[in-house]
């Protein structure tokens, strides 16, 4: 009887466990399953993921720009701030320019945000094919190595390919009263013609330095708190965690290399509509002159516009991304 007992108690026990291994597994195949999608529906999600934030937050986005693009012999204020500057733009150029420039920065987002998200992917499938992954999270600390390494992959890979769109969208943005740029056309005929073809790459060193751990950041972050988060709370919204996941990677990577964006934009407006060329020692005599002109504190100048643009912003992108993601993943595209 006692055999028969254990018999039967092994029997059920291969039973419990093969039910178990057989209802766990669409599970432990759930997450990767997502990323399935065509090249055509990823690279879709991207873009309209990167132009819907980016419109949604055009007016931080600009006011960034301005307080940015301000060094010390060409500022018009002497104390700054968000909201002075915002009543300025109102009065002065009306409510409708703090759009100014967004067509051109959906152009340039369009096609950055489909590259960086779907390089993103590849980068992070080849290189957990290098590293014996099999994206089940068993090893946490590889996982964090992918994303960041793939990540600043991604950032480099975008930013090289859209980086004409993005000098453009600067100088559009930074016009107040003194239009000098008429369009994207227009712009990018006179900076050919007063700076020659190159003019259109000015900046790109301090670009890649910056976007490169900026994107890194963010996506490492937003990887690893998405994680934590569905560990702990799996039943939790989706849109929910993408949007906070997301908004504290982005603080977390503008923290970081906000510097190295504040440089780029100094040298990406540098001789736009004849102003008088400032910084002509290159990417580190950059940062030598706003330290000597302006403080340490000078690196930091627009800070609080950009925190304020982007915790909505990538917050945003995140959560459109994998909404549309989830989307295609079981409709038509998939």
């Given at each position: 009887m006692a055999a028969r007992v254990g018999v039967d108690g092994g029997s059920a026990t291969r039973k419990l466990l093969h039910h178990h291994h057989h209802h766990?597994?669409?599970?432990?195949?759930?997450?990767?399953?997502?990323?399935?999608?065509?090249?055509?529906?990823?690279?879709?999600?991207?873009?309209v993921a990167g132009a819907f934030s980016k419109t949604c937050t055009a007016p931080l986005a600009r006011l960034t720009i301005l307080f940015q693009g301000m060094h010390s012999d060409v500022a018009t204020m002497s104390k700054p701030s968000i909201w002075r500057e915002a009543l300025r733009i109102v009065n002065e150029e009306g409510f409708r320019a703090f759009w100014k420039g967004n067509l051109v920065t959906i152009a340039h987002r369009l096609p950055y945000s489909s590259v960086n998200f779907y390089a993103y992917e590849k980068y992070k499938s080849i290189l957990k094919s290098m590293l014996g992954l099999d994206g089940n999270g068993g090893n946490p600390h590889a996982e964090i190595i992918v994303h960041f390494v793939g990540g600043g992959l991604a950032g480099i890979t975008s930013a090289s390919a859209t980086y004409?769109?993005?000098?453009?969208?600067?100088?559009?943005?930074a016009q107040t009263n003194a239009i000098y740029y008429q369009g994207i056309r227009h712009a990018l005929h006179t900076i050919c013609r007063d700076e020659g073809f190159l003019g259109l790459y000015k900046g790109l060193g301090a670009t890649l330095l910056g976007v490169g751990p900026s994107i890194a950041i963010s996506f490492s972050v937003y990887e690893s708190l998405r994680t934590s988060w569905h560990s702990r709370r799996p039943d939790d919204s989706a849109v929910l965690v993408s949007l906070s996941c997301g908004s504290l990677s982005g603080i977390a990577s503008s923290t970081a290399t906000?510097?190295?964006?504040?440089?780029?934009?100094?040298?990406?407006?540098?001789?736009?509509?004849?102003?008088?060329?400032?910084?002509?020692?290159g990417l580190f005599g950059t940062f030598r002159h706003i330290i000597r002109t302006e403080g340490f504190r000078g690196l930091y100048r627009g800070i609080m516009p950009e925190y304020y643009k982007v915790v909505p912003s990538v917050g945003i992108v995140f959560m459109t991304y994998e909404t549309l993601k989830k989307l295609m993943s079981h409709g038509p595209f998939s």
């Open positions: 766990s597994r669409p599970q432990q195949q759930q997450q990767p399953q997502l990323s399935q999608i065509g090249a055509v529906p990823q690279l879709l999600a991207g873009g004409p769109l993005d000098l453009v969208r600067t100088r559009l943005a906000f510097p190295l964006d504040l440089v780029r934009r100094r040298m990406q407006l540098e001789g736009a509509g004849g102003r008088a060329r400032v910084y002509n020692a």
